[in-house]
């Protein structure tokens, strides 16, 4: 593993809130805004960004922690960006802490850990 960030470093991804991201349970919709699920997921990717370059080829980066504070709704076909900012790195332990906006406003916030293994 290497480390080229240090605490406060910024990773921002972008994405679009397609049909599939809207809420849905046992292949029903249950409305058309970004449900808190893919909101998650897009979550972790961003923070994910981070691990990517810190990872050596023969280690992988799983997620342990992921806290979700969704505080607006998102309708889809809109577009989000993520900002994922590094709070620490411990060891193999990577946590970041996020916010995703929309149209200027902060929808959800939260946390976000990976630990960074050897692949088996």
């Known amino acids: 593993m290497r480390n080229p960030f240090r605490p406060g470093?910024?990773?921002?991804?972008?994405?679009?809130?397609?049909?599939?991201?809207?809420?849905?349970?046992?292949?029903?919709?249950v409305h058309p805004y970004y449900s808190t699920f893919a909101l998650g997921q897009d979550a972790e990717w961003a923070c994910r960004l981070f691990v990517l370059e810190m990872k050596e080829p023969h280690e992988e980066g799983i997620g342990t922690y992921l806290s979700v504070h969704h505080v607006g709704a998102v309708p889809v076909g809109a577009e989000v960006e993520i900002i994922a900012t590094l709070l620490w790195v411990q060891e193999r332990t990577v946590h970041c802490f996020y916010e995703v906006w929309w149209a200027g406003k902060r929808v959800a916030y939260g946390e976000q850990t990976q630990k960074i293994l050897e692949k088996r």
Do not use: M
Not at 9 to 29: E, I, L, M
């Open 9 to 29: 470093d910024q990773k921002r991804y972008r994405t679009s809130v397609t049909s599939d991201k809207g809420a849905q349970f046992h292949g029903k919709v």
